[in-house]
T-cell receptor, first 113, second 115 residues
Framework: QKEVEQNSGPLSVPEGAIASLNCTYS??????FFWYRQYSGKSPELIMF??SNGDKEDGRFTAQLNKASQYVSLLIRDSQPSDSATYLC?????????????WGAGTKLIIKP | DTGVSQDPRHKITKRGQNVTFRCDPI?????LYWYRQTLGQGPEFLTY????????KSRLLSDRFSAERPKGSFSTLEIQRTEQGDSAMYLC?????????????FGPGTRLTVT
């Protein structure tokens, strides 16, 4: 059973600070990883995806991947109150899963003004 | 194209009634997914289509649930004899092709309440 684990939170971060969200996965063969943001009552919105070990930056967001340790993280710099949401980590299950995404339950992030 | 659309956005129904939801994917996307999500959980996979072919259904999906994508474009999800446990957000997503490099984009969802 392939699994994706996230701390449910809530994670509380002061405005302007760096928010760090973590995700671990069980399938060592996983090769692509996705972060989605979900506001309360809304659908998930894709923020970033990463395939290679290391960091990938997009504006205030940085995704970090460490395949050896089987974790992926999302850093949000200069956190804003509008970043308050649930962040979902998803892992592509690969060919034997027909490339379906395996989802974590999400981490609730609260940015305090 | 403005993205994935779903209709209706909200549905309230009485237990035992049938409901049908529609999803229109991004036009060039040939993969379409249905998920269900309840509070505090990640999306739960229900089924997916590649073009008009339904390739997989979740083992959790009872025979009260059926989905179609007749011409490889829009899809419908029908729930027969609804139960209170069916109350959830029903999400549709689409992607271009399949593989590690193809991300899924979600529609706004249909919120179902069974009374």
């Amino acid at each position: 059973q392939k699994e994706v684990e996230q701390n449910s939170g809530p994670l509380s971060v002061p405005e302007g600070a760096i928010a760090s969200l973590n995700c671990t996965y069980s399938d060592r063969g996983s090769q692509s990883f996705f972060w989605y943001r979900q506001y309360s009552g809304k659908s998930p919105e894709l923020i970033m995806f990463i395939y290679s070990n290391g960091d990938k930056e997009d504006g205030r967001f940085t995704a970090q991947l460490n395949k050896a340790s089987q974790y992926v993280s999302l850093l949000i710099r200069d956190s804003q109150p509008s970043d308050s949401a649930t962040y979902l980590c998803a892992v592509n299950g690969g060919k034997d899963s027909n490339y379906q995404l395996i989802w974590g339950a999400g981490t609730k992030l609260i940015i305090k003004p | 194209d403005t993205g994935v659309s779903q209709d209706p956005r909200h549905k309230i129904t009485k237990r035992g009634q049938n409901v049908t939801f529609r999803c229109d994917p991004i036009s060039e996307h040939n993969r379409l997914y249905w998920y269900r999500q309840t509070l505090g959980q990640g999306p739960e996979f229900l089924t997916y289509f590649q073009n008009e072919a339904q390739l997989e259904k979740s083992r959790l999906l009872s025979d009260r649930f059926s989905a179609e994508r007749p011409k490889g474009s829009f899809s419908t999800l029908e729930i027969q004899r609804t139960e209170q446990g069916d109350s959830a957000m029903y999400l549709c997503a689409s992607s271009l092709e399949a593989g590690l490099a193809y991300e899924q984009y979600f529609g706004p969802g249909t919120r179902l309440t069974v009374t």
